[in-house]
């Protein structure tokens, strides 16, 4: 069965019922003092009011969707639910990538303890070429390689060549001739 | 200090700045270097289709800023880079889409109607020519009534407005962006409230950070720039690879255009397009002076009443718009250049952006310190220096210094660049997704910032499937503390008067108009939305 509403509509009441939530539970939650605070005998705005008038935004926008936008006007394009699992597919790879990058450093390290004897620690090597190359490399050329892959539908050479050439064009630009900036994920290993 | 020695001043903290070299004796400021570098990136992004100004602004600016530190000094060769890029990208964006048929901005996809009917004549030179003309003659008018008007603007705001005016006008500016920017104003006002709502994270003047849901990562608030990368870029990004994914089979590029043409501009041609452009470049400033109103509609406008005027005195023989007039390309390039200066004029005179480039000059101001666009720059004191002044006329030098290279060498460089439409796009975007994240990781040296950046850029990515522009959101996510902060400094001091907004007359009157603002522009909009479904 179709559904009376349009997309717009169903937008205006999903923003609506956030804006209700909004209301009437994150603020009144998560905010100390209300729309008006009394301090020492000085009545000034509290920190509930700005977040307020941002819901009272949604909820006008949303009923304005609801209400202006016409039901079934058959100018709406259909959404693409499959390009819509690609952006989403594409996003979790640069997740998981950056979570590659974040833990490769360390993993290294421990393996080359684990052959050398050694008791290296990646903090201290984090400033070190190569070790401190080793995330951002491995991260993100998977990230760059990956992502050429899904939108040709294949894994090329042309593509891992790609993600190599970029690494090593950051790694120039933000790197090398900066010693005060630190590539990802070294700043706050 | 008057006011000619303010001009002076600005003019000579652009040419005497640090001295980067010399040539024969005579020093070159570090400033002058990086507006011309900025403004050649900005015409090769500008030319490379999926790519556009704010994206070469937000991957240099962390690199800018650990080049030249947190100085005052650094204002001027950072601002005066993005200032390069931003004029760079506006002509740029013409050159795939008179050779290819491929706007390279949104605002160039009226350039293709008349542009690329012109390459398929054999005019394609032509085409390049009048649109390199047409594009600087409105930038350059747009800049000279943002030097004429935005210190006068400035002035009436800080001379007659109070703190309740001033909070009633950021409202009116916000409910004027909601309304005016992207299709539908309901869909405006929600992009708004989103914005608002992310500066209001982690943010305000009790001890536990609101809405922080108890988060360290959230309890000092949103990192401007990760947010803002994040849906502008991250989002763009995103939502081109998507459409380049889903239409990756059809293959509509053209062959390259045929270079038998050996026409230049002549000055019987500008004679026919001049009137084209004043009209145009007039409209362009007009709109881009309203803050969030794009190019895109300033050139819809430009080129609509351009094929008006056409249809009525073109003589027999002429094309008529959208089969290769060169009065088409002129009109839709200088209305949409002429936004870029006027553009600012909210930005110099009211700290309002107006555009995805203004945002990210405010970024870099507000990353740097030192400057803070609003009306409390342009004041004249004569008895101290103030050197937020000194540094306004200092951008207002950068940009005639970037419009001087746009005339002598953008042509050269604009017609250089067709090559720049040739780099793959499925190998081009997800180079740049990886440099925006590291960009915001080198500047931030937190993951967090990272997670929080891909975050903003679903948020961007599905604000862009839904329909809903995601500028109200930056441009609310920017304005929200300030918002709040005149409003409490407002109330405070009209000694907690609840209707300090209305008791004002003309605090009353913005908040009248920013009511009516919203109910004309819904009302508008439903009146189109029928109009659509008859016609449907």
């Known amino acids: 069965m179709e559904s009376p509403l349009s997309r717009d509509q169903k937008l205006g009441v999903f923003f609506m019922l956030f804006a209700f939530l909004l209301i009437f539970l994150w603020i009144p939650l998560d905010t100390d003092t209300g729309f008006i605070e009394k301090v020492r005998r000085q009545i000034s705005i509290g920190d509930a009011l700005a977040p307020t008038v941002a819901a009272a935004f949604l909820m006008v926008g949303g009923l304005g969707l609801l209400l202006f936008r016409a039901p079934e006007t058959g100018v709406e394009e259909p959404l693409d639910q499959l390009a819509m699992r690609f952006a989403g597919l594409l996003f979790a790879v640069y997740f998981l990538c950056f979570l590659v990058m974040w833990g490769v450093g360390p993993l290294v390290v421990w393996v080359a303890n684990g052959i050398t004897g050694d008791a290296l620690e990646y903090r201290l090597l984090r400033d070190t070429a190569p070790w401190k190359y080793l995330g951002f490399a491995t991260g993100g050329t998977l990230a760059v390689m990956s992502s050429i892959s899904m939108l040709e539908g294949r894994f090329s050479w042309r593509a891992l060549f790609t993600g190599l050439v970029a690494v090593v064009a950051m790694i120039a630009i933000y790197d090398l001739p900066f010693d005060d900036l630190l590539l990802p994920p070294n700043g706050d290993m | ?204 003047e009790d001890f536990y950070p609101r809405l922080s849901l108890g988060s360290p990562a959230l309890s000092e608030g949103l990192p401007l720039a990760a947010v803002i990368l994040g849906v502008l870029i991250v989002g763009a990004v995103a939502h081109e690879l998507t459409t380049y994914w889903r239409e990756r089979g059809r293959q509509d590029r053209q062959d390259d255009p045929e270079g038998r043409d050996n ?103 507000e990353s740097i310190g030192g400057f803070t666009p609003g009306p409390s720059v342009f004041k004249f004191s004569t008895e101290q220096v103030n050197p937020e002044l000194v540094i306004a006329f200092g951008l207002f030098t950068c940009m005639f210094i970037a419009n001087f290279l746009n005339w002598t060498i953008g042509g050269l460089i604009m017609r250089a660049m067709g090559i720049m439409t040739r780099v793959p796009k499925q190998m081009l975007l997800p180079v740049v997704l990886l440099l925006t994240l590291t960009a915001i990781y080198v500047q931030e040296t937190a993951m967090v910032a990272v997670w929080i950046t891909l975050a903003f850029g679903v948020v961007g990515y599905l604000m862009r499937v839904y329909g809903i522009s995601p500028l109200p959101f930056v441009i609310a996510f920017i304005l929200g503390g300030r918002l709040e902060d005149t409003a409490r400094q407002a109330f405070a001091s009209t000694g907690s008067d609840p209707w300090f907004l209305f008791n004002n007359p003309i605090a009353a009157v913005f908040m009248a108009l920013s009511v009516l603002t919203i109910i004309v522009a819904l009302r508008l909009d439903r009146r189109s939305q029928r109009s659509a479904k008859v016609s449907s």
Not at chain 2, 106 to 135: C, E, I
Not at chain 2, 269 to 298: D, F, H, N, Q
Request: hydrophobic share 50%.
């Open chain 2, 1 to 204: 200090m008057g006011t000619l020695d303010y001009i002076w001043m600005g003019i000579l903290s652009v040419f005497q700045g640090p001295e980067l070299f010399s040539i024969f004796g005579l020093s070159i400021s570090v400033t002058l270097i990086m507006i011309a570098i900025g403004f050649l990136l900005g015409i090769a992004v500008g030319a490379t289709p999926g790519l556009a100004g704010p994206i070469a602004m937000a991957i240099s600016l962390p690199i800018l800023i650990s080049i030249f530190g947190f100085s005052p000094d650094a204002l001027l060769p950072v601002m005066g880079f993005l200032i390069g890029v931003m004029k760079g990208a506006t002509i740029g964006g013409a050159v795939p889409a008179i050779l290819f048929n491929t706007p390279g901005t949104p605002d160039a996809y009226l350039t293709t109607l008349d542009g690329y009917p012109m390459t398929q004549k054999g005019n394609a030179r032509r085409a390049l020519r009048v649109a390199h003309f047409s594009s600087v003659s409105g930038d350059t008018f747009s800049d000279i009534v943002l030097i004429v008007c935005a210190p006068f603007l400035a002035i009436l705001v800080e001379g007659y407005l109070d703190l309740p005016e001033k909070a009633a006008l950021l409202i009116l500016s916000l409910a004027f962006i909601a309304a005016a920017v992207g299709g539908a104003p309901a869909k405006g006002l929600i992009s708004t409230g989103l914005g608002l709502l992310a500066a209001y994270v982690g943010t305000g």
């Open chain 2, 263 to 365: 026409q230049g501009l002549s000055l019987r041609l500008i004679g026919r397009i001049w009137p084209y452009i004043c009209r145009s470049a007039l409209v362009g400033t007009v709109i881009g002076a309203l803050p969030g109103i794009g190019s895109t509609l300033a050139a819809t406008i430009g080129y609509t009443l351009g094929r008006a005027r056409h249809e009525k005195r073109k003589r027999k023989g002429d094309p008529s718009f959208g089969e290769g007039a060169p009065e088409g390309v002129a009109a839709t390039e200088a209305a949409n250049s002429s936004v870029s200066g006027a553009n600012l004029i909210p930005v110099l005179s009211l700290g309002i952006p107006g555009n995805a480039a203004a945002v990210f000059l405010i970024l870099a101001a």
